[in-house]
T-cell receptor
Framework: DAGVIQSPRHEVTEMGQEVTLRCKPISGHDYLFWYRQTMMRGLELLIYFNNNVPIDDSGMPEDRFSAKMPNASFSTLKIQPSEPRDSAVYFC????????????FGEGSRLTVL | AQSVTQLGSHVSVSEGALVLLRCNYSSSVPPYLFWYVQYPNQGLQLLLKYTSAATLVKGINGFEAEFKKSETSFHLTKPSAHMSDAAEYFCAVSEHTGGFKTIFGAGTRLFVKA
């Protein structure tokens, strides 16, 4: 089975531009998580969804960040406008609600904002 | 709210020596606890998990961890380090009654010397 698929793997953009990161969870998984990893702050939970509905977005840093899950097989994390401090690796992960909470991670999207 | 503290951002051991990575957690409900490993430029992979069954949990690559409720600890051990164990290790807690929200510790980078 395919794992969690994220795109793009690398993104370099200029400050002020819009960035869209994409995630396809494992088929049948009903929870989807977005994390951000930086050297300074480690792994931060940004938002998570259950059955396409956002459950907890308290980790979203500010209004420039938004996330959607229009269907069970696709989610986006958007940053508009982007700033240099948004540079990080963004991970998507999914869980089966019938399991024991093991997160399955994608390989991440490395974002660099110049 | 749950939280995780990993003692030591860096641990260095000699090949063949005992590996001990420390993790303490805080949770308002019986937790699920996890150790994940991250190799460079990759997502996180599950090493092992505690989900309220046996308190001594065995994982992949010879790692194990013991859940100690009285100490709120879940330390990771391996009797004999191998060069291939060099990576970053993350302890995580999930309050599964609240929808599998998973919080990670800051991580411990393990160095293995020849």
């Amino acid at each position: 089975d395919a794992g969690v698929i994220q795109s793009p793997r690398h993104e370099v953009t200029e400050m002020g531009q819009e960035v869209t990161l994409r995630c396809k969870p494992i088929s049948g998984h009903d929870y989807l998580f977005w994390y951000r990893q930086t050297m300074m702050r480690g792994l931060e939970l940004l938002i998570y969804f259950n059955n396409n509905v956002p459950i907890d977005d308290s980790g979203m840093p500010e209004d420039r960040f938004s996330a959607k899950m229009p269907n069970a097989s696709f989610s986006t994390l958007k940053i508009q406008p982007s700033e240099p401090r948004d540079s990080a690796v963004y991970f998507c992960a999914s869980i089966s609600g019938g399991g024991t909470g093991e997160l399955f991670f994608g390989e991440g999207s490395r974002l660099t904002v110049l | 709210a749950q939280s995780v503290t990993q003692l030591g951002s860096h641990v260095s051991v000699s090949e063949g020596a005992l590996v001990l990575l420390r993790c303490n957690y805080s949770s308002s409900v019986p937790p699920y606890l996890f150790w994940y490993v991250q190799y460079p430029n990759q997502g996180l992979q599950l090493l092992l998990k505690y989900t309220s069954a046996a308190t001594l949990v065995k994982g992949i690559n010879g790692f194990e961890a013991e859940f100690k409720k009285s100490e709120t600890s879940f330390h990771l051990t391996k009797p004999s380090a191998h060069m291939s164990d060099a990576a970053e290790y993350f302890c995580a807690v999930s309050e599964h009654t609240g929808g599998f929200k998973t919080i990670f510790g800051a991580g411990t980078r393990l160095f293995v010397k020849a």
